[in-house]
């Protein structure tokens, strides 16, 4: 098997994404975890675009030692004078370095000719061989130019000194045949091409980015750019999860890359919150439903073996299991499995009559959760909870200071207190904080999306933090105040 190596461009490509930027601080953040994810190269930014791009790089080479650091630039001089001195403190330093080789940007973006833009190429990569070790090189557009010139280009700029060439199919305009078989000119026709290692990097306009990036290594490319989460420009760039999932699941390719599969799901959450850029639930490998199976068939397909349905086993990528989401369409099997994993087996008569009940509650929900199937059974809230709530004011509203009321029965002994907040919420955290004896940290706090309509059940999740240990609640309610309450006193519960 030979290396395929995976140079990440997320903090490039990714971040120019309008909405999606971040601190110098958080992407340190971030390429902590693609280091700890495997990721061979680090885009860390362009960092003549400005100071804060700057100092990230800069940062970033401090922080970080495994991955190579590069920095983006033109075939402009400044640009890589700023670039080779931004990544000073890198262990290993790459510059990335290229200019535009379609028709469209010789003539239309650059207004320059075929030998003209060879020449600044050259220029440029030789200028940077002399202020870093690794130089690679990128033909902008690769995607949208003829061949022969591409390959008369990439020869110049391998004997000029770069190491990797990067051809982009920037505008993601080639299907997966065109692009590997540009790929596989190169590797036939470029003088000197056993001395470079050709990269793709395809953009998603036409949803062809991973097919095209696995055609391209099909034909002889070692190294593929990509993003977490598919994020970048436009429709974003090739996603490193589709990537690294196809290569390792289908053995077609005679390749293998050293990503740490089951840290994929942690990284592409990281990615998701601090970019602000929510995953698609239907995305291929971490989108929340790329587990989880609904219809009655698949479900008993799935719970008699996972193979049935699956082609990627969940834990590989850091999912703790397959799911099997409760609808209108799940069958005896699935609600038959959630019991079981609650504690409570049914079968025969009671299944049946379970099931019965679950279909009627299942065709006014969209989804039916554990809560939900505790419901089914009468097992809602323990009667033996030693906390629970017995009565809620609230007092919300713009221009009122938000206070709140809150009775809870405290092993067996029923106490009041009342308190202000940011919020109705806030002042019933304070309340319950009053009547506790216990000091506790409310470290995490979730209010489920309300799916069906403003009359749905609002779901609530905490997590409170006391003596150095952690407990979870949950409740449920069409009131989300009285869920977040109820969430609260399940969690001192198990607490006390
Ligand atoms: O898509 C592209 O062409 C790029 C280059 C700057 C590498 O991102
Ligand atoms: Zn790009």
């Known amino acids: 098997m030979e290396k395929l190596y995976i140079f990440d461009t997320t903090l490039r490509d990714g971040e120019q994404v309008p909405g999606c930027q971040l601190n110098t601080i958080e992407k340190i953040e971030v390429a902590r975890a693609l280091e700890l994810l495997g990721v061979d190269v680090i885009e860390a930014g362009f960092p003549v675009s400005s100071p804060g791009d700057f100092d990230a790089v800069e940062q970033i080479c ?7 650091i590069c920095g983006l630039t033109r075939a402009v001089k400044g640009d890589i004078e ?26 239309l973006k650059l207004k320059s ?62 299907l997966p045949e065109e692009y590997g078989a540009k790929i596989r000119y190169l590797m036939e026709n470029v003088k000197g091409i056993d001395k470079a290692i050709l990269a793709t990097h395809c953009h998603n306009d036409l949803g062809m980015a991973t097919a095209n990036s696995l055609a391209g290594v099909m034909n002889g490319a070692r190294q593929v750019e990509v993003t977490i989460n598919g994020i970048g420009e436009r429709a974003g760039n090739t996603a490193l999860e589709e ?57 008993d397909g799935v719970l008699k073996n996972r193979e049935n349905y699956e082609i990627i086993d969940p834990v590989s990528v850091g999912v703790d299991a397959s799911s099997i989401v409760l609808t209108a369409r799940s069958g005896r099997a699935a609600l038959k499995h959630h019991l079981d994993r609650l504690g409570m087996s049914a079968q025969g008569k009671d299944l049946d009559e379970l099931y019965e009940k679950f279909l009627i509650m299942a065709d006014q929900k969209k989804q039916i959760s554990d809560q939900d199937v505790l419901a089914l059974t009468s097992r809602g809230v323990r009667p033996d909870q030693p906390v629970k709530l017995k009565l809620i004011q609230v007092l919300a509203g713009k221009s009122t200071v938000p206070m709140a ?43 489920q999306a309300i799916t069906r309509g403003s009359d ?29 309450v109820m969430a609260l006193a399940d969690s001192i519960s198990k607490m006390l």
């Open 243 to 299: 990537v690294v999932m196809a290569v390792k699941t289908r053995k077609d390719f005679p390749v293998e890359t050293g990503i740490k599969t089951e840290r994929i799901i942690e990284t592409s959450r990281l990615i998701s919150s601090l970019m602000n850029m929510p995953v698609q639930p239907n995305k291929a490998i971490v989108g929340r439903n790329a587990f989880a199976h609904s219809s009655g068939i698949h479900q």
């Open 62 to 68: 401090k922080n970080i030692s495994e991955p190579v």
């Open 113 to 174: 000719n075929e030998d003209e833009i060879i020449e600044r190429a050259v220029a440029a990569v030789k200028l940077s061989r002399n202020l870093c070790e690794e130089v690679e090189f990128y033909a902008e557009d690769a995607g949208r130019t003829d061949n022969v010139y591409l390959a008369r280009v990439v020869e110049a700029v391998i004997k000029a000194g770069a190491r990797v060439i990067n051809i982009p199919d920037t505008t993601g305009y080639c």
């Open 82 to 107: 700023v670039a080779a001195d931004a990544l000073k403190f890198a262990k290993r330093a790459r510059i990335h370095n290229g200019i535009g080789t379609s028709p469209y940007h010789i003539k």
């Open 456 to 484: 749905d059940i609002g779901k609530v999740h905490v997590r409170i933090r006391a003596k150095d240990r952690i407990w979870y609640g949950y409740g449920a309610d069409t009131d989300i105040i009285t869920a977040s």
């Open 405 to 447: 009321t809150v009775h809870l029965e405290i092993m067996g002994e029923e106490k009041a207190a009342t308190a202000e907040g940011n919020g109705p919420i806030d002042a019933c955290v304070n309340a319950v904080k009053k009547l506790v004896p216990e000091k506790f940290i409310l470290d995490e706090f979730l209010i």
